[in-house]
């Protein structure tokens, strides 16, 4: 699959324009890509409004001129643009996404959840210290490159060791496209070390585990105590726990972050080009494999084993791209499974028969 990777460049590359009074929409993330979509007609009888917050029986949206709060529509995240219909809320259109990311809800239903919309940048964010693991940068950065959105590692609390570099080293050989930057989270250092992709306009998301200090980031961008440095419990979707945050924060002069808990326990489903972006090398190599549903684990021919054998690719690398693509299967399947459970039963026999004939021809 081709993509383009000039998106994945930091914004300040494409040039900018940082002197002009930046209309209202455009603070709050309107970018060309959204106003392709509407006429001149459209933005005036439906002006475009942005999801700014997510409640459990409401969204908040943000416009020009307008601030308020409208009934849920199905499929509707934080992030998206509306096109508002004054009259009827619910009726407003959503505009198509620039990039969107979801995940499988926690619990044992599992349903794919929209987490957010319209992110431009997401800091995958670990820590210089046991936190740090490549396998969840990995997953992280598969994910963000599934969803469309440009990843930045941010490695904090680089304060609290000697050598930094160790942590540095192995992030960037995670992919030459993600840039990796090690940083002291507190005070203003992810002011000027993250500016490139902080400008006005631009929505970024922090995303890892608990206390890797994606809360101190946030504050720090924003040159305040915003987000209180705690956990926040997700909701667990069986109603007895309600403080779901799902809001974008407008930093002074700056971008948008998104704020939502969801972030933290992200799962691979139905990410399997964003795991094909990531290990490039391996799915180039693959094309090479005498089979072509060569899985490189014993099979004659395989050009993934041999680039092992001659050291030109990392044994560990491909153990941790067998795992992602498991999980990603596995995950991608129960789905899969759900969805089939809700058609009809015919449907469901063709298509046993079809897996079941594609089976016997091989
Ligand atoms: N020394 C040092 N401490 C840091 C750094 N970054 C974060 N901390 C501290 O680590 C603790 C956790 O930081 P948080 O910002 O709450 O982490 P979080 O990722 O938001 O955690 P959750 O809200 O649980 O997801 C806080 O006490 C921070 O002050 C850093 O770069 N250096
Ligand atoms: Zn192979």
Redesign the pocket.
């Known amino acids: 699959m081709t993509r383009d990777y000039s998106a994945f460049l930091p914004p300040h590359k494409h040039g900018h324009l940082p002197d002009r009074p930046a209309a209202f929409l455009e603070t709050y993330g309107w970018q060309a890509f959204f106003a392709q979509q509407i006429s001149i007609e459209a933005l005036v009888d439906t002006p475009p409004v942005r999801v700014v917050e997510v409640h459990r029986n409401a969204l908040h949206v943000l416009g020009d001129g307008i601030d308020r709060t409208i009934p849920p529509i199905p499929d509707v995240t934080v992030g998206d643009w509306l096109l508002m219909d004054k009259a009827q809320p619910q009726a407003s259109r959503a505009l198509r996404r620039k990039t969107v990311m979801k995940r499988r809800a926690p619990g044992t239903d599992r349903q794919e959840q929209l987490i957010a919309a319209n992110i431009d940048t997401c800091f995958v ?1 670990t ?2 210290n046991q936190d740090f693991s490549v396998a969840r940068l990995e997953r992280y950065v598969a994910l963000a490159f599934e969803a469309g959105i440009a990843p930045v590692i941010v490695l ?5 060791v000697t050598d930094a570099q160790a942590y540095v080293d192995p992030a960037r050989e995670i992919s030459d496209r993600v840039p990796v930057i090690a ?4 005070g203003d ?1 992810p002011r000027r070390a993250l500016v490139g992709w902080c400008k006005p306009g631009q929505t970024v998301a ?1 995303l ?12 720090a961008l924003a040159g305040t105590e915003w ?6 419990r997700e909701d667990d979707a069986k109603g007895r726990h309600t403080t779901t945050r799902r809001q974008l924060h407008l930093v002074p002069g700056g971008c948008l972050v998104l704020d939502t ?1 969801g972030m ?1 326990e992200l799962q691979l489903a139905g990410a399997a080009s964003g795991i094909d972006d990531l290990f490039a090398d391996i799915s180039d190599l693959s094309q090479a494999c005498r089979f072509n549903d060569c899985a490189h684990v014993t099979e004659p021919g395989c050009a993934v084993l041999s680039a092992v054998e001659t050291g030109a690719l990392d044994a560990a690398r491909l153990r941790r791209w067998r795992k992602l693509v498991a999980e990603d299967a596995f995950n991608a399947a129960s789905l899969a499974e759900r969805r089939n459970r809700d058609k009809s039963f015919g449907k469901m026999v063709r298509q046993v028969m079809k897996e079941k004939s594609g089976r016997t021809r091989r």
């Open positions: 964010v820590s210089c904090t609390k680089s304060d609290q940083l002291d989270a507190r250092e922090f890892g585990s608990s206390g890797v200090g994606k809360s101190t980031l946030t504050n987000v209180a440095t705690q956990a926040i808990p933290r």
